[in-house]
């Protein structure tokens, strides 16, 4: 790209534009030209492999011809109609996302957003059981506006304090950081889900309207639940009358090798969030899956939700040919086969690289947890703080190699495309490979 054109480009943005979650002085975005499958281009021609599927959502990768037609197709036809009728493309999706569901799902309400999404979960939680209380984790992220925020348990929630009431936090089956040996999986869930039971117990279990967890613990670590912990908290909620919502914006859309992240313990929850992967960021569509139970209700109550772009038919029809994209192309198979390379390799990085504590993966989904020492655990940076910018350094030292990424707290986020071959992903696990030398050596 010419010089002057960037200039202008770099110019605006700094003078116009607000970036999310950054003191904005000292910003200065790559420019970014063009971008294809698991790549994308800098203004300088640069090459970058996209490891993090941007925000760990663009799961068919950049410049899907089949979505993008999609989009035109039906921006030609009728961009828009309002939420009140029915249209092709719009009951299309809801019969889709119903089929790709667990059994027990019913009806789908779209939203735009994973954090929307949530909202309208919360709300629906609160008008089905006439309860008031909602509990979520700590180590969680679930959206950016006042209720999701709330529902987050990590500083992103600090500035929508003092909170909404009724928000209680729990803490996540974090085993790495626990300092207690369970010996076994089953034993770690038991601890966590009695501990979980005895709060509720404590909170009143008849106020408590839902549980929200994500599946997977995403941008948080990539905490995977240990076997018997999705069923404890089930029982939890069956035996309290209490709704189990599993937010998948990330986890679902075949993050993890199948199409929701609960598929791969079975689990059955009341209500399913998700967004991201069902149009991979082509345009923004989100929803909130729901039971029987909770569609029967609503048969004879009104659902006090709405949103002008609710069930958009630009975003339904992206979203038709995401799913066609999933399947003709095979994204969930070829997820779990690369999700098995990338786990052979990230154990391979941990056993080689002293600042490697952990290192947890399931399907392309994965964190690279760093310590400054292995035998205490002593994260590479305090939770919360990184006055050096530790993080930041090793994040910019992966880029200036071509391995675009992003890190939160002490963790390597590492959630490549869907669509990466064998040979990309082993080519950017080598760069990864070299930079986790460079903090053996110069940080840790
Ligand atoms: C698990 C989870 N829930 C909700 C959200 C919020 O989604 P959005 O940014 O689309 O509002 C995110 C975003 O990263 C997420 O990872």
């Known amino acids: ?11 605006q943005d700094k003078k116009y534009n607000l970036h999310s979650w950054s003191a904005q002085g000292n910003l200065n975005p790559d420019v970014i030209e063009k971008a294809e499958g698991i790549y994308f281009w800098n203004s300088d021609g640069k ?3 996209d490891m993090s599927s941007q925000l760990v959502n663009l799961n068919v990768g950049h410049g899907n011809k089949k979505i993008i037609d999609a989009i035109k197709k039906q921006a030609e036809k009728m961009a828009y109609m309002g939420p009140g009728y029915a249209v092709d493309v719009r009951s299309e999706l809801a019969a889709k996302v119903i089929e790709k569901a667990p059994d027990n799902m019913a009806k789908v309400f779209f939203t735009l957003s994973g954090a929307e999404s949530n909202e309208n979960a919360i709300k629906i939680a609160k008008m089905v059981t006439g309860r008031n209380k909602v509990f ?3 180590r969680s992220y679930h959206g950016a506006s006042y209720g999701a925020a709330n529902l987050s348990g990590e500083p992103r929630r600090y500035t929508c304090e003092p909170g909404i009431p009724g928000f209680v936090k729990f803490f996540d089956p974090y085993i790495y950081r626990e300092g207690i040996d369970f010996g076994s999986e089953e034993a770690a869930s038991k601890y966590y889900v009695n501990k979980l039971r005895e709060q509720i117990i404590y909170e009143g279990p008849e106020s408590v309207a839902a549980i929200f967890i994500e599946t997977i613990t995403g941008s948080n670590g990539v905490i995977i639940p240990p076997i018997g912990y999705l069923k404890g908290l089930r029982d939890i909620c069956d035996d309290y009358g209490i709704m189990l919502v599993c937010d998948e914006v990330m986890t679902g859309w075949g993050r993890t090798g ?3 992240g609960l598929n791969n313990w079975n689990l059955e929850p009341d209500m399913i969030t998700f967004a991201k992967g069902i149009t991979c960021g082509y345009v923004p569509l989100g929803g909130v899956i729901v039971n029987k139970k909770i569609a029967d209700h609503f048969d004879d109550n009104v659902l006090y939700c709405g949103l002008t772009y609710n069930a958009h038919p630009i975003s339904c029809a992206a979203g038709c040919a995401t799913i066609k994209v999933y399947e003709d192309e095979k994204l969930i198979e070829n997820c779990k086969a690369m999700g098995k390379i990338l786990g052979e390799e990230l154990e391979k990085l941990k056993e080689k690289h002293a600042s490697v504590g952990d290192v947890r993966y399931i399907g392309l989904f994965s964190a690279v947890e760093l310590v400054k020492d292995k035998a205490s655990r002593e994260a ?3 939770y919360g703080k990184d006055p050096e910018k530790i993080m930041g350094r090793i994040i910019g030292k992966l880029k200036e190699k071509g391995f675009s990424t992003y890190s939160h707290e002490n963790c390597i986020i590492v959630a490549p495309p869907l ?3 064998e040979e990309e992903l082993k080519e950017a696990l080598v760069l990864l490979d070299e930079v986790l030398d460079y903090v053996d050596k110069e940080i840790i």
């Open 136 to 138: 979520s984790r700590y």
């Open 1 to 11: 790209m010419e010089i002057i054109k960037v200039n202008k480009i770099k110019e």
């Open 47 to 49: 090459k970058y492999f």
């Open 258 to 260: 199948e199409w929701f």
């Open 380 to 382: 590479i940076v305090p």
């Open 419 to 421: 669509i990466i071959k």
